[in-house]
């Protein structure tokens, strides 16, 4: 019954069952806003899933403070590292998607373009 205490404060409070309403109202709109959203980050993962592919991977190793230029998968290898892939990466279309997402929010939005400008 302590869940439904929050239902009685909006029957009594006439400004906020307003705005309730207002949202009940705008929900088709923001629908169709968000179908337009992932339908646009859909297109933009197909294009990036077909330039980087398999291009955002790293070189994690424990000499990373040396100076050791490591630009292959080999030469990391040869290097004691760990050949792995970067978390926002462009390999399917659902992490494709996921990128463009978290891009779009500019979070880590910096880590994503520092990996891009160096494939």
Known sequence: MKILRPLRAISRNQGLMLSIKALVVAISSIFNVIIVV???LFILGIIGVNYFKGR???CEHIYKFRN???TTKW???NAGG???RFFLNFDDILNAMQSLFITSTAVNWSDIMQIA???
């Open 38 to 40: 992932v339908l646009f």
């Open 56 to 58: 955002f991977y790293d």
């Open 68 to 70: 050791i230029k490591v």
């Open 75 to 77: 030469d990391c290898i």
């Open 82 to 84: 760990e050949w792995s």
């Open 117 to 119: 400008a160096s494939t």
